[in-house]
């Protein structure tokens, strides 16, 4: 990814950069938090997975995985990190995913990076839909996809596996809006 091509972001508290190995501490620190864990699909049992992520991410092939640090604009404290886990150039989609740090929730800062990084998404990737899916319990995270205008396709029923169990996910989708159908 081209960095100097970053999201743009209009939040007073936190601004999006790239995420380096060096935000793995704090990453990992509240996402085996069980009030987050118990929302999210993640199933880390040492800093170490979550250090293979970064090979991933650091990958330039255009259908890896894209993923940006949230970090405070005071003290550059990463509080979150949002991205797509699933890209494709060939179908021009992506799957959207976010997790946040419990100290900053209700402050406003996943619908803005959420917005930015859709748009970001529609104008500098190219995608024409691009897709979320939240498991069924974690109703914050629903609200964000409603509050920036995703559109709820449907419940996948035992959609993943959630650290040893089938669990289902709705899914949502938000499609460019500069993208109309061709009537030919």
Same mark, same amino acid.
């Given at each position: 990814?081209?960095?100097?091509?970053?999201?743009?972001?209009?939040?007073? +508290? $936190?601004?999006?950069?790239?995420?380096?190995?060096?935000?793995?501490?704090?990453?990992?620190?509240?996402?085996?938090?069980?009030?987050?864990?118990?929302?999210?699909?993640?199933?880390?049992?040492?800093?170490?997975?979550?250090?293979?992520?970064?090979?991933?991410?650091?990958?330039?092939?255009?259908?890896?995985?894209?993923?940006?640090?949230?970090?405070?604009?005071?003290?550059?404290?990463?509080?979150?990190?949002?991205?797509?886990?699933?890209?494709?150039?060939?179908?021009?989609?992506?799957?959207?995913?976010?997790?946040?740090?419990?100290? $900053?929730?209700?402050?406003?800062?996943?619908?803005?990076?959420?917005?930015?990084?859709?748009?970001?998404?529609?104008?500098?990737?190219?995608? $024409?839909?691009?897709?979320?899916?939240?498991?069924?319990?974690?109703?914050?995270?629903?609200?964000?996809?409603?509050?920036?205008?995703?559109?709820?396709?449907?419940? +996948?029923?035992?959609?993943?596996?959630?650290?040893?169990?089938?669990?289902?996910?709705?899914?949502?989708?938000?499609?460019?809006?500069?993208?109309?159908?061709?009537?030919?």
């Amino acid at each position: 990814m081209h960095y100097a091509d970053l999201p743009t972001l209009a939040h007073e +508290l $936190v601004y999006l950069r790239p995420l380096s190995r060096a935000d793995a501490p704090a990453w990992y620190g509240y996402l085996t938090m069980p009030h987050v864990l118990e929302h999210t699909s993640w199933d880390l049992r040492s800093i170490d997975e979550l250090m293979l992520k970064f090979d991933a991410l650091e990958s330039t092939d255009p259908a890896s995985e894209v993923r940006l640090a949230i970090a405070l604009r005071d003290s550059d404290k990463l509080v979150g990190t949002i991205g797509f886990h699933s890209v494709s150039p060939l179908h021009k989609t992506a799957e959207i995913a976010y997790d946040l740090a419990p100290g $900053v929730w209700g402050r406003g800062i996943a619908p803005a990076v959420c917005e930015a990084v859709v748009h970001w998404g529609f104008s500098h990737l190219g995608a $024409v839909r691009i897709q979320a899916t939240a498991l069924d319990s974690n109703t914050r995270s629903v609200r964000v996809l409603e509050k920036c205008g995703f559109q709820r396709e449907g419940l +996948l029923r035992n959609f993943r596996m959630v650290r040893g169990h089938p669990r289902d996910f709705w899914i949502y989708s938000c499609i460019d809006p500069h993208i109309g159908i061709d009537d030919t």
